[in-house]
């Protein structure tokens, strides 16, 4: 099965499956055909999703490393989320749990966390430890995407 998010139709309730290259992408509804926004909230990924997301889009992804003990993470995470509802249609947020996804943590050699990552093309762009603000995080998200 090929890896993919999943967008709750607000007309109707109805789950849609998004294809990882379209999670920036304003859909339809499968059911209803309503329009479906943009995801605007961050995704969790495992080490599949994140693959398909960060090599199919065609906007800058933002990740967010993180651990669920990490009290700085905790503070982190409501700024991420002012991040992805800002960036809707324009970037995509995603947020790894670096215990449940330490293959991932491993690859990009997270050692201190909150880590976030920015990729644009497939590929790593910028890498910074550390709490964020969401202008910040926006502001690092969309500057990869002038620079590409
Ligand atoms: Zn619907």
Same mark, same amino acid.
């Given at each position: #099965?090929? $890896?993919?998010?999943?967008?709750?139709?607000? !007309?109707?309730?109805?789950?849609?499956?998004?294809?990882?290259?379209?999670?920036? =992408?304003? +859909?339809?509804? %499968? @059911?209803?055909?309503?329009? *479906?926004?943009?995801?605007?909230?961050?995704? &969790?990924? &495992?080490?599949? *999703?994140? =693959? @398909?997301?960060? %090599?199919? @889009?065609?906007?800058?992804? *933002?990740?967010?490393?993180?651990?669920?003990?990490? %009290?700085?993470?905790?503070?982190? !995470?409501?700024?991420?989320?002012?991040? @992805?509802?800002?960036?809707? %249609?324009? $970037?995509?947020?995603?947020?790894?749990?670096? &215990?449940?996804?330490?293959?991932?943590?491993?690859?990009?050699?997270?050692?201190?966390?909150?880590?976030?990552?920015?990729?644009?093309? +497939?590929?790593?762009?910028?890498?910074?430890? +550390? #709490? !964020?603000?969401?202008? &910040? *995080?926006?502001?690092?998200?969309? +500057?990869?995407?002038? !620079?590409?």
């Amino acid at each position: #099965m090929a $890896a993919s998010t999943h967008r709750t139709c607000s !007309a109707c309730g109805r789950t849609n499956r998004i294809p990882p290259s379209h999670v920036a =992408d304003r +859909g339809t509804c %499968g @059911a209803c055909k309503a329009p *479906l926004p943009p995801s605007s909230r961050p995704i &969790d990924v &495992d080490a599949a *999703l994140f =693959d @398909a997301i960060v %090599g199919s @889009a065609r906007v800058p992804v *933002l990740v967010d490393f993180w651990a669920t003990w990490c %009290g700085p993470c905790r503070m982190a !995470a409501p700024e991420v989320e002012r991040a @992805a509802a800002e960036l809707a %249609g324009k $970037a995509v947020v995603l947020k790894v749990d670096t &215990d449940q996804n330490q293959d991932l943590a491993a690859r990009y050699q997270i050692r201190s966390i909150p880590s976030f990552a920015v990729f644009s093309n +497939g590929k790593l762009v910028s890498m910074q430890p +550390g #709490m !964020a603000r969401a202008s &910040d *995080l926006i502001r690092r998200a969309l +500057g990869s995407a002038n !620079a590409a």
